[in-house]
């Protein structure tokens, strides 16, 4: 897992990380989600290092990636996977060589087994037939795809990925998010994402962090977030009168469950609200 303990980063006298402590949890969809300006993007690259913080510590898996030097971060960064907004391919290699780059990188291994590495990945993401086309001959949702192969290719422990639905259609957008939800589970992943979408919220939410003006706002799941009272999150979240409709058709189908007042009374959130 990777824990946050509180984080602070600020530019100038703009304040953008305010004490933050979160745990992302192995195994499970991580979200980050918020406004423009809460914070969330700075968080995620505080956390593979591309910011340097101002206060408090990251650990992996209980290693303090905050006090490592640069050859030791290096070794964390073996074991992080990236899969980027824009899918970030190099448009001169096909698919196949494009999710080699990582094993040429990384890797001492012989081309032989680099290239079985590689077909592993392409075929468990739907892509064996494509590895000889270039990023300019396939689709969006294809190229996503070809980055998530990328990305788990060395077979991390750790998955950043930001907005990877960004410019997809609702029904690949949902493909991505069952493609991310397997192999995070599969693999037992610790899989952090930034995203606006709220089908994914919605639907891979194992843990949501919800950032509001550089602090953390409100902490839980997709269930729990059915139920939350925080105002700013269901003003977030729930901002549309459809979305403010399918909330409640939510609701009703949770309380259809015979045991649905122990649920709610035992929801980690339950206490906090009240309180």
């Known amino acids: 897992m990777i824990e946050l303990v509180n984080i602070k980063k600020g530019f100038g006298d703009k304040e953008i990380l305010k004490d933050v402590t979160v745990t992302m949890e192995a195994g499970k969809m991580n979200l980050i989600i918020g406004s423009s300006g809460s914070g969330k ?8 290092g591309l910011i340097e913080l101002d206060s408090g510590s990251i650990l992996y898996s209980g290693k303090d990636f905050t006090a490592m030097d640069n050859n030791q971060r290096k070794e964390i960064r073996k074991e992080i996977g990236m ?3 824009g899918s970030a391919l190099f448009d001169s290699m096909t698919v196949e060589q494009n999710v080699m780059f990582p094993l040429d990188m990384f890797s001492n291994d012989r081309t032989r087994d680099k290239k079985k590495r590689v077909q592993e990945v392409l075929d468990r993401v739907n892509l064996k037939e ?9 689709s969006g949702g294809m190229k996503k795809r070809v980055g998530i192969a990328r990305s788990i290719v060395l077979n991390p422990k750790y998955l950043f990925c930001d907005e990877p639905n960004s410019g997809l259609d609702p029904q690949t957008s949902l493909v991505i998010d ?25 639907e891979s939410g194992d843990h949501i962090v919800y950032m509001f003006e550089g ?17 700013r999150l269901n003003d977030f979240i729930f901002a549309s009168e459809f979305l403010q ?31």
Request: glycine fraction near 4%; aromatic fraction near 8%; charged fraction near 35%.
């Open 245 to 275: 409709d399918a909330k409640e058709m939510r609701q009703l189908d949770a309380f259809k469950d015979k045991n649905w007042r122990s649920n709610l009374k035992d929801r980690p959130g339950a206490r906090e609200e009240k309180a």
């Open 215 to 231: 602090k953390k706002q409100w902490e839980g799941n997709n269930e729990e977030i059915i139920f939350s009272k925080d105002k």
């Open 178 to 202: 069952k493609l991310i939800k397997e192999l995070t589970v599969e693999y037992n992943i610790t899989t952090v994402m930034n995203t606006h979408d709220m089908n994914t919220v919605m």
């Open 41 to 48: 993007t700075v968080m995620m690259k505080c956390m593979v």
């Open 130 to 138: 494509a590895g000889k086309k270039y990023p300019a001959e396939i």
């Open 83 to 85: 899969l980027f907004q």
